[in-house]
């Protein structure tokens, strides 16, 4: 039921966009794969502006979380007092991952897709015919060409060297995205935590490009490019002197006017954006800094 | 990418291929339909393996299989799937593998003449979706990346003009097809070519609107050229003109069951067609095509005595009336995997085989099917 569900409202929707946009970009399936990475970044776009908001006032709130979280013992209160918080600064924690979680059924959906668009056997492109819409414009498309730039997008990541070359392009992408990605860690440990994952997360995605379709690291690739682009935009790259294009969006007033740390609640430039403390300062200091 | 996101991410990796499991892949099998040569059957019994069968009334004794797993030289030999059936030349077959090369084969025993030991895959590039077809001292046969080689029947070296392989735009998964003196070639790229055995030389080309997978000869004159965008060309073999564009209701990926200047064929949305073949065109046998309950039909048909006899995926045999196109009966195979490979007259009744590497014999008369039972495979 769930698998019909999954093919008839995802899947072959996506197979047939693949093969829609491939057919129109001169029967280039890898450039299928790029215009749909690209396609889904922007219809996401609204959704993505409103996380990195979402996570800004979050980020704005840790020191207030902080001190709540050491003024209460009890966990119900303490819980109560940070959703008092939430409420009073319009923020929704969940609004942080929402893009995120969209993110995965397209994934696993292009997933499948791929490898049943460039079928690898006489069975599978049988298998294709079950998928694709009735329009003439789409039967005419088949069977795709699974070759792009001369790889091949069916083949996995550990089946020949432009295969390992995809491996390393998704774990230094990857790597980047998480360099230029914002963050809401309030302390050292958390801090390390965060450094921690950002050495991990290349290194296990790569592991798995290992066994992916060239074509769904294709699309790793792309959508972690296009990720960086857009954190570039909205964050600033400090070491090459790049200041944001996109502006912060404010805390909300109620907040602003008891927020305790000028610095968080409305940073301005990138690297106080890195830690909720400011840069090299530590929630201790923030708080001595702090008006009585 | 924080902490929780990623956690969340490095899950939803984990469980992708549990995830997408519900979105089935399928592996190379083959559907190389039954062949008869004397009084023997040939079936692929597994998947990249061929048994040579002694038929005896309900049940079968197979007197070699290749590859033999029992002996050391066919250990390594990795065919994967066979998709069309053996052709038979003297004391030899010919057969084509998808992945593991062409071997000629000794009847008798069903010992590789060539290549002596292996396989020859690394000589073909590609894999071959189709079968071989015969012409005087030479094989044929084309492959996934566009080439068609020639090779000679008596040791598997390239054929005198075939020193290379022609390359054509798209794979070849049809099994070409001789016509006198001509090769035709069809490609996944929509095109028909009509190559010289003599020189090598392209006598015509024909471009379909879609893929063509299947290809089969109707008489010296036509050629059955389905395409996977639903359009079933007739196409006339002296000039590549065409004699007849039928557009059914879905893909068309099957041969036809030829009678006369009848032919008869099922496409993939589970109706069945007849088409009377003039020289002025093609034109529907029946007021309404036949329906098999709207199961996907890549078997090709078979007819017997005025009845058509046709096998879908479900697995259901369907008897149809070749006069009317009116269904005489349904028999569902109860004991067997899909039916992808064609359906094969012999003798008053059809034969048939699953995927699973199952035979049956479909009876006309009686409309009904029997399973025969294959003893003496070695898996």
Redesign the interface.
């Known amino acids: 039921m769930?698998?019909e569900i999954?093919?008839l409202v995802l899947?072959n929707p996506l197979v047939n966009l693949l093969v829609l946009l491939s057919h129109g970009l001169f029967g280039s399936f890898g450039a299928a794969i790029i215009a749909f990475t690209l396609l889904i970044r922007a219809v996401t776009f609204p959704l993505t502006l409103r996380q990195i908001h979402a996570t800004r006032t979050m980020q704005a709130l840790q020191p207030r979380i902080s001190e709540v979280n050491k003024k209460y013992s009890d966990p119900k209160r303490r819980q109560e007092e940070v959703m008092k918080l939430y409420r009073e600064a319009g923020a929704n924690p969940l609004s942080c991952?929402g893009p995120?979680?969209l993110q995965?059924p397209v994934?696993?959906a292009l997933?499948?897709a791929i490898?049943?668009a460039l079928?690898?056997?006489?069975?599978?492109?049988?298998?294709l015919?079950?998928h694709i819409y009735?329009w003439?414009y789409l039967?005419?498309a088949?069977?795709l060409s699974e070759r792009f730039l001369g790889i091949d997008l069916r083949s996995n990541g550990d089946a020949s060297i432009a295969g390992y070359v995809f491996v390393v392009l998704v774990g230094l992408t990857t790597w980047a995205?998480?360099k230029t990605?914002i963050?809401?860690?309030t302390d050292d440990k958390a801090r390390a935590?965060?450094q921690m994952?950002n050495v991990m997360?290349p290194l296990?995605?790569a592991f798995?490009a290992l066994s992916f379709p060239l074509g769904v690291s294709l699309y790793w690739v792309v959508n972690s490019v296009a990720q960086i682009a857009f954190n570039i935009l909205t964050y600033g790259l400090p070491a090459f002197g790049i200041e944001p294009v996109v502006k912060a969006r404010t805390a909300p007033l109620a907040l602003s006017a008891a927020a305790p740390a000028p610095e968080a609640a409305a940073p301005t430039s990138a690297r106080e954006l890195r830690t909720a403390n400011g840069s090299g300062r530590s929630k201790r200091q923030n708080r001595r800094r702090r008006p009585e | 990418?924080?902490?929780?996101?990623?956690a969340?991410?490095?899950m939803?990796?984990l469980l992708?291929p549990l995830?997408?499991s519900?979105?089935?892949?399928?592996?190379?099998?083959g559907?190389a339909p039954v062949a008869f040569d004397g009084d023997s059957a040939y079936v692929v019994t597994s998947k990249g393996h061929l048994s040579a069968l002694k038929l005896d009334g309900d049940s079968a004794t197979a007197s070699w299989t290749f590859p033999d797993k029992n002996r050391s030289d066919d250990k390594k030999l990795e065919l994967k799937?066979i998709?069309g059936a053996p052709v038979f030349d003297g004391d030899r077959l010919y057969l084509a593998s998808?992945h593991g090369g062409v071997f000629a084969l000794r009847k008798d025993d069903g010992r590789p003449v060539w290549p002596a030991s292996g396989d020859n895959a690394s000589k073909i590039e590609g894999d071959i979706?189709g079968g071989v077809a015969l012409s005087g001292d030479n094989v044929y046969f084309g492959t996934t990346e566009g080439h068609v080689y020639g090779w000679k029947k008596s040791d598997g070296t390239p054929a005198a003009g075939w020193e290379k392989p022609k390359t054509f735009d798209g794979?070849v998964?049809a099994t070409p097809v001789v016509v006198g003196d001509t090769l035709f070639v069809a490609t996944?790229k929509g095109d028909l070519h009509a190559i010289s055995l003599a020189d090598g030389s392209e006598k015509w080309k024909f471009s379909a609107?879609?893929?063509i997978?299947d290809l089969a000869r109707i008489s010296e004159e036509y050629l059955f050229v389905p395409s996977?965008?639903?359009h079933l060309y007739v196409i006339r073999t002296a000039d590549g003109s065409v004699a007849g564009d039928f557009e059914a209701g879905?893909?068309v990926?099957t041969t036809p069951a030829v009678s006369g200047n009848k032919v008869f064929f099922g496409d993939?949305g589970g109706k069945v067609y007849g088409l009377d073949i003039t020289a002025t065109g093609v034109t529907p046998t029946w007021s309404q095509p036949a329906s098999v309950k709207g199961e996907?039909v890549?078997a090709g048909a078979a007819i017997v005595d005025d009845v058509v006899v046709v096998a879908d995926r479900s697995p259901t045999v369907t008897f149809i009336s070749a006069a009317d196109g009116s269904v005489l009966n349904a028999v569902p195979l109860t004991d067997g995997d899909t039916v992808?490979a064609d359906v094969v007259a012999r003798d008053g009744e059809a034969y048939l085989v699953t995927t699973d590497g199952k035979l049956f014999r479909a009876d006309p008369k009686q409309r009904r099917v029997i399973e025969i039972t294959i003893n003496g495979v070695k898996k």
Not at chain 1, 119 to 127: I, M
């Open positions: 769930i698998g999954f093919t899947l991952i995120f979680f995965i994934f696993i997933y499948s490898r049943i079928p690898n056997s006489p069975e599978a492109l049988e298998k015919s079950g009735s003439s039967q005419h088949l069977p995205q998480s990605t963050t809401t860690a935590q965060q994952m997360l296990m995605f798995f | 990418m924080n902490f929780r996101r990623a969340i991410l490095a939803a990796l992708l995830l997408s519900c979105v089935k892949v399928f592996n190379p099998v559907w799937a998709y998808f979706p794979g998964w996944m609107s879609g893929a997978a996977i965008n639903r879905d893909w990926w993939f996907r890549k992808r």
